[in-house]
Structure formats: C-alpha cells, structure tokens
C-alpha cells in the first residue's frame, strides 16, 4: 500500500446525482486534499441492466461544477487504470481465479433449479456450500467440459471477522453469518462484493469512504483481503441523508437532484457547502465556508453517526448567503440569463436589473417572479393606494400621481439621486408628504402591491419612457 492517502468515489451511472451520492464523493475529496492525497474516480458500470444512458457524462459534469477535481479518473490516467468497471473484466477473471488457488474461493455448477430448492417462503435462500469441497478433478473435468459455473467466496469457517471502522467503531461479523456469496457470476461479470475489494487494492486505496448500506458487509470483503494477503485498507462509512424521519433519498424516485439545483439557479458552492454540513460539523460550528475552509477543517472527528435530513429551506439560506457575498460583477454574470428570460427582449438595463436583485432572491429562479411586473401592466385594482398609516386613499392617489408626473417629466438625469430631489421637491410644493408620493408612484408605475424595491428603484429600472407611460396610465385609471 502506498503511504500517501489515496480515496475514491465509485459512483454507479444509474441515474442522476442525488445529494447523498454528491456528499459521499465530497467527503472521500475532502479527506484526500486535507491529507495531501490523491482523490480517484471510478465508474461501477458492472450492473448493464440499471445503465443509464449519460449518466457518465452527468457523473464529470457533476464533479466538475462541485469543484471536486480528481486526479486520477477514466479521463484521467495516474497509472491504476482502466477506471471503468467494465473495461476490467479479464482482471476480475484472473484474480478470482488466483483466490482458487489460494483457497478463498470455489467453483460452483449449481444450476437456478437447484438454488431456487434451497429457497424458503420468501424464495430467500442461502447458499448450502454444495460445490465448497468438490474434488479438484471433478472441478477440472466440469471446466474442461464447459458447464457453466460462477466462484463463490468460502468464507472461512469459525472465524469472528472484525475491523475498526472511523465513524462507527468496532463492527464484528462471525463467519457462520456470511454466505458463501458469488464473487464472479456466470456471464463473467464479478458482483460488487469481488469488484470493490479488487478496484480498491490495485488502485492503491488506502481509504475507503461509503455509505453505512456496506457498514456489515466490509467483514466479508476483509476476508477476501485477508484470502488474498492484502492489506485491508480503513474504512469510513457515512450515515444517510434522509428525506425525512423514515425515507432515504433515493435516486430511483428523483430525490433531490443535483442538477436540479443548479437547473433552479442555486449557485454550485452553496450546493456543496450546505451538503457538507449535512453529517459532519466542523468544531467551531461555522456554517458558511468555502471549499478551502472545508478542506482545512475537515476531521473524522465531526462525522455523525446518525442520519442527516435534507432541508431545502436550509440549503435556500445557504444559497442566499452565496448570492449576497457575490461582487456586483459576479452576481450580475451569474443572474445575467435569469435576468434576460425575465425580460423577454424588451430593452431594460440588465446590469441596473442585476443590482436590484442582487440582495433580493436565495435562488437565481425567484428572479422572473420578482421581475413580472416588468412585462406586466394593465389595469388593476385600485384600493392598492388606500393605506391609513400614510393617510392616502383614491382621492390623494390621484392628486400623488399628477405630482410624480410633473415632477419627473422635465428630468432628464434619471439617476436614483436626481429622481428621488425632483419628487421630494415637487411634494413639497404641492404640499403633500415625499413618501405619499412615492407610495403612490410605486404602486402606479408597477401595477403590484409587492415589488422589489422602492418608488424610485422601480422607475430607474422601467427607464424614464416607460415610467412615464405607466403614470399617464395610472392617472387615467385614477380618474375614470
Ligand atoms: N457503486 C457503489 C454505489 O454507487 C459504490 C460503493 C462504494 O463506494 O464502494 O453505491
């Protein structure tokens, strides 16, 4: 085994990414750059039947928006490839033919009729050792005839296998509890159990990092290190990510998908921070941290033993957290298409759109809602303008309007400053309250009881023309 540490993430391309998939290569990335090590990416591809098709394109895609570089991968070579499960057959072969010899492992002819016997109720059947001690030249003579076979594991018989797992502890399975499982199938193709001990010893891995499902399983794939005289690497399994108390999140029904969240205009570090935190708590118990904080800080210490439950209100937070620390000249690169679906073509300033919504949305997908009233004007009801506090109702609404239209027709700075004197002075004058006005403006240039800003934010994005327009409407509504 090499003494630098090297992790990898095995993902199956069944699918898309859900969090929980994401999360568990995240860790296995976090772990290899705290250490100085090298993080692999390995494509379990043995299971044809569950393909799906562009699901590997998904997987670098994926890592590759996470900021999960790896260094060694099937588009990466680093000297332990091939990376993809399937371009290893003739390895697989060859070294469940070598843990024959070894006598860790055993032919069997047994056909689907007899197995199906051994069956109870359920069809459940564990597998009764029938070939376990077959003669050698029976063995050799069925091969030589071309029966067909698969190599099954024998487990050692009377053996406690145990090993010290870096989130859970001591994990102990007695070997009168493991079967004599398949390790090769017939069509040649190894299970998982023979793939993931393989993979892991040749590619150098000296830390596996995976989901609790393979917690009680790691002792049957330790005797096969053990078979073989390998070196067994650590183990670090990690609880589930929950979609609530009594459900996994699960790829099979299109749980929380991370594309989807990207797709709903999630920026990919908030993604990747918040799943971060979703089964380890750095010591200090910061919450926002980049991908550079994650690397310093992250410790098996921090892992929890318990299952996490995804809260996408959470991970929303989160999001905004990101979108607020942006630049004005990043916000406005990430929002720039979101802004330009919302406005349709029409001629608005979109750098002005970014920085109104810059400090208004969690996710980039609120901004077409936020910017509706952009494209929508008409008419609208008018008991909008009645507001007792500010002691306005139709009859101030209307002489409000003609204020704003006289303020702002002569102004050609339509600038913020500029538009906010000209108002105050024209109330003033007309001896009304500055923000009776510009409650009524907002109301007449916007059509909408909630927008994303104020009177005179709103009329610097509309732009004088159709500020202009808009008020004229607005006056005319008021009067009918
Ligand atoms: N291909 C397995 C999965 O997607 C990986 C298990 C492992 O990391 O060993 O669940």
Not at 62 to 81: H, I, N, R
Not at 180 to 206: E, Q, R
Not at 374 to 398: C, I, P, R, S, T
Not at 433 to 454: D, E, L, N, Y
């Amino acid at each position: 085994m090499t003494d630098i540490v090297r992790t990898r993430f095995a993902p199956s391309p069944t699918g898309f990414m859900h969090i929980g998939n994401l999360r568990t290569g995240l860790y296995a990335f976090l772990f290899a750059r705290k250490h100085g090590g090298k993080f692999i990416l390995r494509i379990e591809d043995t299971d044809q039947e569950r393909k799906v098709e562009g699901a590997v394109e998904m997987i670098y895609r994926t890592l590759q928006k996470a900021g999960m570089s790896y260094d060694e991968g099937p588009d990466k070579d680093g000297g332990y490839g091939p990376y993809v499960q399937t371009m290893r057959m003739d390895i697989y072969k060859q070294y469940a033919e070598k843990l024959v010899e070894l006598g860790g492992a055993y032919y069997c002819f047994c056909d689907k009729e007899r197995l199906e016997r051994l069956g109870d109720e359920n069809g459940v059947h564990t597998y009764d050792k029938h070939c376990r001690n077959l003669p050698k030249e029976e063995v050799e003579r069925r091969l030589a005839a071309g029966e067909p076979y698969v190599i099954r594991q024998k487990v050692p018989e009377g053996v406690v296998s145990e090993y010290e797992d870096m989130v859970f502890g001591k994990i102990s399975v007695d070997s009168a509890d493991i079967e004599d499982g398949v390790l090769l199938k017939s069509d040649g193709l190894p299970t998982y159990n023979f793939a993931n001990v393989i993979d892991d010893h040749l590619m150098g891995i000296t830390h596996v990092i995976r989901g609790t499902e393979y917690l009680s399983s790691t002792p049957k794939y330790n005797l096969i290190y053990d078979a073989f005289g390998w070196e067994r690497p650590k183990y670090m399994h990690l609880p589930p990510i929950m979609k609530d108390a009594t459900r996994k999140l699960s790829k099979r029904y299109g749980d929380a998908n991370f594309e989807d969240f990207i797709a709903k205009g999630y920026p990919a570090e908030a993604i990747v921070n918040y799943i971060a935190l979703l089964g380890w708590c750095p010591k200090d118990n910061r919450e926002k941290m980049s991908m550079q904080e994650l690397i310093e800080a992250f410790d098996t210490d921090g892992i929890s033993k318990s299952a996490s439950i995804f809260d996408e209100a959470k991970m929303r937070w989160m999001s905004g957290e990101y979108l607020k620390a942006m630049s004005e000249e990043e916000f406005f690169e990430a929002s720039r298409e979101w802004i330009e679906r919302a406005i349709e073509g029409k001629e608005f300033d979109v750098k002005e759109l970014a920085s109104l919504m810059h400090t208004r949305v969690d996710i980039l997908s609120e901004i077409p809602e936020k910017l509706k009233f952009l494209n929508e004007f008409g008419v609208y009801d008018l008991n909008m303008y009645v507001h007792q506090k500010m002691k306005v109702d139709v009859e101030v609404a209307k002489k409000a309007v003609k204020v704003a239209i006289c303020a702002l027709d002569g102004l050609d700075d339509w600038t913020a400053d500029a538009i906010k004197q000209r108002v105050t002075d024209f109330a003033a004058e007309a001896g009304m309250k500055a923000g009776q006005v510009m409650f009524c403006m907002r109301i007449a240039i916007t059509g909408a009881q909630v927008t994303p800003g104020g009177a005179i934010e709103m009329a610097v994005v509309l732009g004088k023309r159709e500020c202009m327009r808009r008020l004229t409407f607005s006056s005319e509504l008021l009067e009918k």
